[in-house]
């Protein structure tokens, strides 16, 4: 069965610093996605990023990173330099692809970017 | 940038009444998947569609029921509310399972 662990409930770092999202994910499947969303106060949710299993290159885009480890079955997301904008809940997701299409989300890290 | 709506934004009825969300998008996605989410909390599938006149039931059981007539839109229906049932409901739409959801604002249902 798959599933997407986020061990991190709630994290807090000063404005500036770099902070790192865990996520871990199960799957049986050898081709799956991996994805990565933003969902700030207002509450919509906002698509940041979508990997697949075959693809293991680590990706940066601004001050947003993220490192896709299939020997640890991990795809982590690190923002560097934060800013109080990047607050918000951020959800990790896995979905396979001979499933049902059904993206799995983890239950978010909530990221408070403190002034 | 995701074309796709949710109306009402927000909503305070009382319970027993039957009301409908609705969603629409306009990018022609075949799949569309609405999700309940409490506050802070995880988001839960409750109902999906692979294309027209094609509805599924999502992981959380649900007391609402979708229809799916037209391509763009996907509305969601209960009956009878009831306080339980007051939450976030987001709509989402796909080119493909495996590609990202596009996510709609949202619509925040309290019932009293």
């Known amino acids: 069965a798959q599933k997407v662990t986020q061990a991190q409930t709630e994290i807090s770092v000063v404005e500036k610093e770099d902070v790192t999202l865990d996520c871990v994910y199960e799957?049986?499947?050898?081709?799956?996605?991996l994805f990565w969303y933003k969902q700030p106060p207002s509450g919509e949710l906002v698509f940041l990023i979508r990997r697949n299993s075959f693809d293991e290159q680590n990706e940066i885009s601004g001050r947003y990173s993220w490192n896709f480890q299939k020997s640890t079955s991990s795809f982590n997301f690190t923002i560097t330099a934060s800013q109080v904008v990047d607050s918000a809940v951020y959800f990790c997701a896995l979905s396979e692809a001979y499933r049902d299409d059904k993206i799995i989300f983890g239950k978010g890290t909530r990221l408070h970017i403190l002034p | 940038e995701a074309d796709i709506y949710q109306t009402p934004r927000y909503l305070v009825i009382g319970t027993g009444k039957k009301i409908t969300l609705e969603c629409s998008q306009t990018m022609g996605h075949d799949k569309m998947y609405w999700y309940q989410q409490d506050p802070g909390m995880e988001l839960h599938l409750i109902h999906y569609s692979y294309g027209v006149n094609s509805t599924e039931k999502g992981d959380l059981s649900s007391e609402s029921t979708v229809s799916r007539i037209r391509t763009e839109h996907f509305p969601l229906t209960l009956e009878s509310a009831r306080p339980s049932h007051t939450s976030q409901y987001l709509c989402?739409?796909?080119?493909?399972?495996?590609?990202?959801?596009?996510f709609g604002p949202g619509t925040r249902l309290t019932v009293l």
């Open positions: 799957t049986r499947d050898t081709t799956y996605y």
């Open positions: 989402a739409s796909s080119e493909a399972g495996t590609e990202e959801q596009f």
